[in-house]
């Protein structure tokens, strides 16, 4: 009796613990489901993760990732291209502060790394960014260009991306949750939990995010007196450079022709925002940056 009584207890165990972490999915659900924004184009956003919390995560990401670059001797020192980037993107921040006032209190920087063979830019919540010379150096843009990939990071910020990122990191780790629960083979179940998230989560609104990046990013030049057709000449450019592109479905970015095709319908559109005789403001940026 006492043999049959443990495992009664035990039964009992471990189905009011799995019963508690099913409730606690349950109760989480509605939240998720709640804890939505609305982009600058209009798109749903999920916010589990504030604005700030992102600004103050990235500050701190930001110096680890640069100041280890710096200890590693890999940023740059060549003082005419880092006027050049400075400039360009110091006229992007005058127009990201008119769409976003309250962005004119972020510490605005940008990073030149030398690294020859890395074809990317970055820029975190809170507007520290990052470009490395293997774009200039392999795509070889020109000034309207670099505004492009420049705006287009920038506008990654704008529409709080960084935030929605960590959001959806957080989702998926309760959709691992809600699905590993309900099996005994809970290693299988957590991988296949993983896959499903970042098929079903993370990957369409990484796409959409890129495409709002867009977006935002062209409209940015424009009013920074960019020629808007520069973000079709870009992309042209980088398709020339990786023709071995993964399946749009698989990919976190839009397929290169698509994006092509999206950003020249968005070519005419423009016109409202360019006007290259109108004086653009450069915010004020110093080099590189200071790392504290």
Known sequence: MAASSSRSELTFSKGHSLFNRLYLVVLLIPFLLSACATSPTGRKQLMLVSEDTAIKASAQAYVQEVGGLKDEGKLSNNKALIKRIDIITGRLISQAIVMRPDTSDWDWSVAVIDDPETVNAWCMAGGRMAIFTGLIDQIKPSDDELAQVMGHEIAHALANHTAEKMSVSMASSVGVLAIGVASDNHGAAMA???????????LPNSRSAETEADQIGIQLAAMAGYKPEAAVTLWQKMNALNKSHPPQFLSTHPNPDNRIKALSALVSEMD????????HPVYPLHGQPVLN
Do not use: F, K, N
């Open 272 to 279: 409202a925002y360019y006007d290259p005789t109108a004086s």
């Open 192 to 202: 296949g939990a993983a896959a499903a998230a970042a098929l079903a989560i993370s």
